[in-house]
């Protein structure tokens, strides 16, 4: 079920080194690889002369060295944030220091909903609660400068304050952790929201960009298709959920065990987190039933049943 959609992990930019995509657009790899970050998360430098930093990413020294070093002699007019995840935004800080760019995001860090009588959220290191942009965007906003133009596209879902950016010279999009090409994105409660995931998913769907560069890996190339691929995937998991809930599986760790076979030991509690993002949103929209809020500890039935 897992091989419905067309994952490409060629990507073998090594961490530091600055790759000339074209013209107008750089990449550089942090020093970051992981199970939820692959090889680093990627950065992106915008335009020439006067550029636009895309996800500065993490707050480490040769990271932000390597940054720095790419645009010398360049003036840094503006630091884009797709979300305020630790891999993504604490870099903005140095490089806003050392350069004097503005910051610009859809807001500070928030959970998609308030957390319920007694939870903890399991994500709270994942969020860089000090971030706080120069700028906040809304859907629609347009920025422009010497050669470069780019839209924020309001897409919550992963995170609640996600933004993609179209980069309308380059007819591409830098979409964060929305869709990337390698894995699919974590969804996980009380960050994450399905039904806003899956939103924002048919929102980027219908736009005629090509191609995406995402936070993680490589280029996703015929995005809209992959797009339609992602959703497909989200619905065969939903689908695959309300088979075990009939089946009478009915809590977190008995579905991740059934649905996800084969998984890495690392991603059991972000599996964990996935299935209830999909409970959470099966409960609202009146599918399934569960007592009280759903919940990680929680258990569900078909509605009805
Ligand atoms: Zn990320």
Redesign the pocket.
């Known amino acids: 079920m897992a091989d419905d959609i067309p994952y490409d992990k060629t990507f073998d930019l090594a961490p530091g080194m600055v790759e000339t995509v074209f013209p107008g657009l750089r990449r550089l790899v942090a020093h970051n690889p992981g199970p939820?970050?692959f090889t680093g998360?990627v950065t992106y430098i915008v335009g020439e002369g006067q550029v636009a930093i895309i996800d500065p990413g993490p707050n480490e020294e040769r990271h932000i060295r390597a940054l720095l070093d790419a645009v010398r002699g360049e003036t840094v007019t503006h630091i884009f944030i797709t979300h305020t995840?630790h891999?993504?935004s604490p870099g903005a800080a140095p490089i806003k220091a050392a350069t004097g760019a503005a910051v610009l995001a859809e807001g500070p860090h928030r959970a998609a909903r308030p957390l319920h009588i007694g939870e903890i959220n399991p994500l709270d290191s994942a969020g860089d609660h000090d971030f706080r942009p120069d700028i906040a965007l809304r859907d629609g906003d347009v920025v422009a400068n010497a050669g470069w133009t780019i839209e924020a596209i309001a897409t919550p879902g992963h995170a609640a304050n996600h933004m993609a950016f179209a980069y309308r010279e380059g007819d591409l999009i830098f979409c964060?952790?929305h869709v990337m090409a390698w894995s699919t994105s974590i969804v996980a409660p009380p960050d994450g929201a399905m039904s806003d995931y899956m939103d924002s998913l048919e929102k980027i769907g219908r736009r005629p960009e090509p191609t995406y560069f995402p936070?993680?890996g490589g280029a996703v190339r015929d995005a809209p298709q992959f797009v339609q691929a992602y959703i497909a995937h989200r619905q065969g998991r939903e689908a695959s959920i309300l088979h075990r809930l009939a089946k009478g599986e009915a809590d977190v760790p008995t579905l991740v065990r059934a649905i996800y076979i084969g998984l890495d030991p690392r991603l059991i509690n972000a599996a964990g987190l996935s299935v209830l993002a999909h409970l959470e949103d099966l409960v609202a929209r009146g599918v399934i039933a569960t007592e009280g809020a759903p919940s990680i500890a929680g258990v569900y039935r078909l509605a009805g049943g």
């Open positions: 939820f970050t998360t995840h891999d993504h964060g952790d936070g993680h």
